[in-house]
């Protein structure tokens, strides 16, 4: 079946400008992950969503960083007023979720964003 | 606090030698789960392995095993006969047994395989 999708795969901007990345997870996976690969700070997880819930937003670095999700399915990830440190591999994931268990995630092939 | 540890920054290997890459990791919860991914050059995480903390039997998928020992806390991998395809950025995490599910990854190895 599908796995996780994500686009743009490559993004630059000025900035200042905002950004959105979109998510698509597999298919029935209730559990929703953002998480940031940077070449000095690793992989870091960025929001959590359990369905359209998102229990954890411990994560995102700054007022500027937002994240929703619609219909159980598709996460947004947006960038207000976007900073060069904001430059990173944005990684989507998603699992089966729930609540008595813990299940592999399973990682989109990321966003490139470039902030210039 | 949860942390995971991987020492080995880079190691190369020359096509069909053993290779053995190491994580540790800290954790006051009794259960909790470790996992393995696997980065290639494309960039996209490929999951490998997850092991339940009360669960100790090392297990073994084809040229790849692992040996999990919760009184060392440390959960390594080991690739027999390295092959070029087997290059790629490792790493290992921790999940808590509740609440978020988020990963915690180590910093990664990046395993080269010579011909």
Redesign the interface.
């Known amino acids: 079946g599908a796995g996780v999708s994500q686009s743009p795969s490559n993004k630059v901007t000025e900035k200042g400008k905002d950004v959105e990345l979109r998510c698509d997870p597999i298919s029935g996976h209730t559990a929703l992950y953002w998480y940031r690969q940077s070449l000095g700070q690793g992989l870091e997880f960025l929001i959590y969503f359990q369905g359209n819930s998102a229990p954890d937003k411990s994560g995102l670095p700054s007022d500027r960083f937002s994240a929703e999700r619609t219909g159980g399915s598709v996460s947004t990830l947006t960038i207000q007023r976007t900073q060069q440190e904001d430059s990173a591999v944005y990684l989507c994931a998603s699992s089966l979720g729930g609540t008595s268990g813990t299940y592999e995630q399973y990682f989109g092939p990321g966003t490139r964003l470039t902030v210039t | 606090a949860q942390k995971v540890t991987q020492a080995q920054t880079e190691i190369s290997v020359v096509e069909k030698e053993d290779v053995t890459l190491d994580c540790v990791y800290e954790t006051r919860d009794t259960t909790y ?1 470790l ?1 393995w ?1 696997k980065q290639p050059p ?6 490998l392995i ?1 092991r339940n903390s009360f669960d100790e039997q090392n297990e073994i998928s084809g040229r790849y095993s692992w040996n999990f020992q919760k009184s060392t806390s440390s959960f390594n991998f080991t690739i027999t006969a390295s092959q070029v395809v087997d290059s790629a950025v490792y ?1 290992c995490a921790l ?1 808590r ?9 180590g ?2 190895t990046r395993l080269q395989v010579f011909p």
């Open positions: 789960y996992f991914y494309s960039g996209e995480l490929v999951f997850r790493f999940i047994s509740y609440n978020t599910d988020k990963l915690i990854f910093t990664g």
